[in-house]
């Protein structure tokens, strides 16, 4: 039997914070959404880079995923943290795999995305 997938904010862990205010709430996590977005434009934009070798590059991505993760972790987004952190270890891959995480990342914010949109 397949378990229940976890809502995409851990509202427990985010209340910790806020002491339960919804609109606290809903400010944080609409602050989140563009800085997060931020965050995984500027691993997409260095995801091809790593065919180059530059070390600036694989600096800068290992940067915007490490940023990613607190922001996440902050608010109860594990799923996004979690995907954050495995793209820190991606910092010299090659642009194939870091393309995937991107992918990943972009699916999980939109998850997020919606439970915010969902709690409005």
């Known amino acids: 039997m397949a378990s229940e997938p976890q809502p995409a904010i851990d509202l427990e862990h985010l209340g910790t914070y806020t002491q339960g205010d919804r609109a606290l709430e809903l400010e944080l996590l609409t602050m989140l959404l563009p800085s997060a977005q931020g965050y995984v434009d500027a691993m997409a934009a260095h995801s091809g880079a790593a065919h180059s070798g530059a070390a600036q590059s694989g600096e800068a991505w290992w940067a915007a995923a490490h940023a ?14 979690a995907l954050a952190e495995a793209a820190e270890a991606l910092q010299d891959a090659d642009g194939e795999i870091r393309g995937q995480q991107v992918m990943a990342l972009q699916a999980a914010l939109e998850r997020v995305r919606r439970f915010v949109a969902d709690l409005d």
């Open 68 to 81: 990613l993760k607190g922001v996440a972790l902050g608010v109860g987004a594990k799923e996004l943290a």
